[in-house]
């Protein structure tokens, strides 16, 4: 326990909680700057614990198999019925993910990579992220563990490429046969 002579910010300005020996006033749990009335609403932290890593594949593959044959709009959407298919899939599995399961997160992970390639490969706003797999897969990672709203997360994801991407410098290749200071250089460039 906390020796209140030692810290007397801690000391509680409420008479009846250091008449009754409270555990909160004894912890110095209390907060003289906050009303009485909002004192108990106000917590330490507002981080829990972090959630516990599921292996259950249950709910994975009921959402599979309940959207088995609107799978292939991860690699090419043909309409917008589509793109709206690929965004119910994404956003069921990313929930199931943010909770924890493992599974869901391997899953919407592999099926995001074709879309993202496909991409790389159309748009010359993520041309920069060619080759840079682990960062892909970490820029993944932070879009299903960050996706609050109910938006599209597909058009989520794309933005938030499209914006890290800014900063990266697109990758150069050079030529061992050439003289190192000539200054001809490649650009790997897919496309367009």
Aim: charged share 30%.
């Amino acid at each position: 326990l906390l020796d209140t002579k030692a810290c007397p910010a801690r000391v509680s300005l409420y008479p009846e909680q250091r008449q009754n020996g409270d555990r909160r006033h004894r912890l110095g749990y209390s907060h003289p700057a906050l009303d009485r009335s909002v004192q108990r609403k106000w917590h330490a932290s507002r981080k829990g614990r972090p959630t516990k890593g599921v292996r259950d594949s249950k709910a994975v593959r009921i959402i599979l198999e309940r959207y088995h044959d609107k799978l292939y709009t991860f690699l090419s959407p043909v309409n917008v019925h589509d793109e709206q298919a690929r965004d119910i899939i994404s956003i069921a599995l990313v929930r199931i993910a943010q909770r924890g399961n493992a599974a869901a997160k391997r899953e919407i992970t592999k099926l995001l990579r074709f879309t993202i390639d496909a991409w790389i490969e159309q748009c010359p706003e993520l041309s920069c992220w060619d080759g840079r797999y682990d960062m892909i897969q970490e820029r993944i990672e932070c879009c299903i563990r960050r996706y609050r709203y109910s938006g599209s997360f597909m058009a989520y994801l794309f933005k938030s490429l499209e914006y890290a991407g800014r900063g990266l410098r697109p990758i150069v290749a050079y030529s061992l046969d050439d003289f190192m200071y000539s200054r001809k250089a490649i650009r790997i460039h897919r496309g367009h």
